[in-house]
């Protein structure tokens, strides 16, 4: 077997308590879930576990080495995203007033654009491939066959209980979004508080070292 039963478990184990505990990616996916509804919340979490499998895959390629020798890239994957998760966010509190009855539009978050602002959101995030660098490797052994696939395997895995976790934070938001949408002065709170995290979260991510 490629990956140890007992490495496997704990492995499954140790990530299920960190992706209950409530971070970054869970609150993005929270935020759109409530100003866009259920289909937006799956859609951001879709987003999300794309951008993690894109760092599972260069953590794989070693690619782990580049960007440590040039942290001038980290940096700029950084400050970009923080940029835009900001924007985002002050974009949603300047429209919070601009109230529309047909739901899709009172919502603001399409569901194309919940997918790929979790991406951004999760390429964007330098704690997302810390944690695949030095977490995933804790469970590789080369002497058990190739890296690659165990890579693959765990890394799989991950993505699989991170969609779960955030899916049904970003379903059930979704849901009591819709309700609480159609209700205009509550909708302007929604998309004040929620533009209020994209702009924490930002700002997170810039002060981020």
Not at 80 to 97: C, F, P, S, T
Not at 136 to 153: K, R, T, Y
């Amino acid at each position: 077997m490629l990956v140890d039963p007992h490495l496997l478990a704990v492995f499954t184990a140790t990530t299920i308590v960190a992706l209950v505990t409530p971070g970054p990616d869970m609150l993005f996916v929270l935020g759109c879930g409530m100003r866009g509804g259920a289909r937006a919340g799956l859609l951001a979490t879709v987003g999300v576990i794309t951008g993690d499998a894109l760092y599972v895959a260069a953590a794989a390629a070693g690619l782990a080495v580049l960007l440590t020798a040039f942290p001038v890239v980290f940096t700029a994957i950084r400050v970009i995203g923080a940029a835009y998760l900001i924007y985002l966010g002050v974009q949603m509190i300047r429209n919070r007033k601009n109230g529309q009855t047909d739901d899709r539009a009172a919502s603001g978050m399409s569901g194309r654009r919940a997918f790929l602002n979790g991406v951004v959101s999760s390429m964007a995030n330098p704690q997302t491939f810390a944690f695949m660098v030095a977490f995933l490797p804790q469970f590789i052994e080369p002497g058990a066959g190739p890296v690659w696939p165990q890579f693959a395997i765990l890394g799989g895995i991950l993505i699989v209980l991170e969609f779960l976790a955030d899916g049904t934070v970003g379903v059930l938001a979704g849901r009591i979004g819709v309700w609480l949408r159609a209700r205009q002065a509550v909708r302007r709170r929604i998309d004040a508080v929620t533009g209020s995290v994209f702009i924490g979260l930002g700002i997170r991510l810039a002060a981020e070292r």
